[in-house]
Antibody
Framework: QVQLVESGGGVVQPGRSLRLSCAAS????????MHWVRQAPGKGLEWVAV????????YYADSVKGRFTISRDNSKNTLFLQMNSLRSEDTAVYYC???????????WGQGTLVTVSS | EIVLTQSPDFQSVTPKEKVTITCRAS??????LHWYQQKPDQSPKLLIK???QSISGVPSRFSGSGSGTDFTLTINSLEAEDAATYYC?????????FGQGTKVEIK
């Protein structure tokens, strides 16, 4: 069965960096695009970024462009989100989700909480 | 960026009642509209893909319709376990976007 397990969340000060990971299993990871989607406390879902199956293409929400980088290691079935220059408004649960840029997100991880606070 | 607007924001419904949630896109997205259910402290779950295609394992009381800019999620004969927030999502163009959500409460 498909499993996506995020890790790397925590409390970080504004302006600092954090790297999230998403370990995938149960499907051919290298054949699918992958997304990061976030949800601020008590708020709705916000799409963050997508990478193509081979990592050659990526796209970002304007709110994170230039600060966040999505990447993947297909040899380790792992998706990453490098988050730099963090702001308080980046505080959210971050989910990884399976899907191409033109398809629904058919599987989601359980999420990892990132809190940006001094 | 394509904006998705859901209505209503909140609905309080008795069991066995029919629920209808609408999602309007700011421009035509064909059938690239998907619906998710999110229960408290859980991750979203795909309910309907491409406006009306069913998902294996999802109860048949959930159905979707629409194309272009106007879409509907229908829950026939609501059950207590359907208490959740429902989101629409478009994958027609990047950036992908989500509706603001519709919270369904059981009376």
């Amino acid at each position: 069965q498909v499993q996506l397990v995020e890790s790397g969340g925590g409390v970080v000060q504004p302006g600092r960096s954090l790297r999230l990971s998403c370990a995938a299993s149960g499907f051919t990871f290298s054949s699918y695009g992958m997304h990061w989607v976030r949800q601020a406390p008590g708020k709705g879902l916000e799409w963050v970024a997508v990478t193509s199956y081979d990592g050659s293409n990526e796209y970002y929400a304007d709110s994170v462009k230039g600060r966040f980088t999505i990447s993947r290691d297909n040899s380790k079935n792992t998706l990453f989100l490098q988050m730099n220059s963090l702001r308080s408004e980046d505080t959210a649960v971050y989910y990884c989700a399976k899907g191409t840029s033109a398809a629904p997100n058919d599987y989601w991880g359980q999420g990892t909480l990132v809190t940006v606070s001094s | 960026e394509i904006v998705l607007t859901q209505s209503p924001d909140f609905q309080s419904v008795t069991p066995k009642e029919k629920v209808t949630i609408t999602c309007r896109a700011s421009q035509s997205i064909g059938s690239s509209l998907h619906w998710y259910q999110q229960k408290p402290d859980q991750s979203p779950k795909l309910l309907i893909k491409y406006a009306s295609q069913s998902i294996s394992g999802v109860p048949s009381r959930f159905s979707g319709s629409g194309s272009g800019t106007d879409f509907t999620l229908t829950i026939n004969s609501l059950e207590a376990e359907d208490a959740a927030t429902y989101y629409c999502h478009q994958s027609s163009s990047l950036p992908q976007t989500f509706g603001q959500g519709t919270k369904v409460e059981i009376k």
